[in-house]
T-cell receptor
């Protein structure tokens, strides 16, 4: 059974803290993605990666960075969390035109 | 730029048909997708259609694609309360393999 796991389902952080969101997939997919989901805005792509140590900016990369040291793991980093980064964060993995497999999401609240 | 639009809400009675509509802008999209997100969960692929098809049927689901108008629809026959969820349409950019998701349509099924 294919699986994408995210390190936390719920996370509460304070403004200015550094936040790490981890995502692991067990399908040997080349491509991994980080989205944020906000009501009425759908999913917006933050960053994606085609391969280990490769990263590409998505539509809203400001305030975020990523790391892909191993094929199965893609980390999203908020260097200094702000209240407008309160959101649901979804990780996905996939291969070229195939479907994307999503993790359950991390609901991040920044106080 | 690329954009995928959906209406935000749809309410139907149990047993009726639901039709969720989507318009997209990238005429070079090879595949178009419908994803379902149940409460508290990530997205799961429901069905997809290849761009050279007009229609695809899969049990209770019918996908219609009008390439001329760049319009995609998902029809759910005999809608059940378990179909209550958010439905996202998505296209894939043929050059970058980036998915572009719509805003999502929240379907509410009334008993």
């Amino acid at each position: 059974d294919v699986k994408v796991t995210q390190s936390s389902r719920y996370l509460v952080k304070r403004t200015g803290e550094k936040v790490f969101l981890e995502c692991v997939q067990d399908m040997d997919h080349e491509n991994m993605f980080w989205y944020r989901q906000d009501p009425g805005l759908g999913l917006r792509l933050i960053y994606f990666s085609y391969d280990v140590k490769m990263k590409e900016k998505g539509d809203i990369p400001e305030g975020y960075s990523v790391s892909r040291e191993k094929k199965e793991r893609f980390s999203l980093i908020l260097e200094s969390a702000s209240t407008n980064q309160t959101s649901m964060y979804l990780c996905a993995s996939g291969s070229s035109y195939n479907e994307q497999f999503f993790g359950p999401g991390t609901r991040l609240t920044v106080l | 730029g690329e954009d995928v639009e959906q209406s935000l809400f749809l309410s139907v009675r149990e047993g009726d048909s639901s039709v969720i509509n989507c318009t997209y802008t990238d005429s070079s999209s090879t595949y178009l997708y419908w994803y379902k997100q149940e409460p508290g969960a990530g997205l799961q692929l429901l069905t997809y259609i290849f761009s050279n098809m007009d229609m695809k049927q899969d049990q209770r689901l019918t996908v219609l694609l009008n390439k001329k108008d760049k319009h995609l629809s998902l029809r759910i026959a005999d809608t059940q309360t378990g179909d209550s969820a958010i439905y996202f349409c998505a296209e894939i950019n043929s050059g970058t393999y980036k998915y572009i998701f719509g805003t999502g349509t929240r379907l509410k099924v009334l008993a």
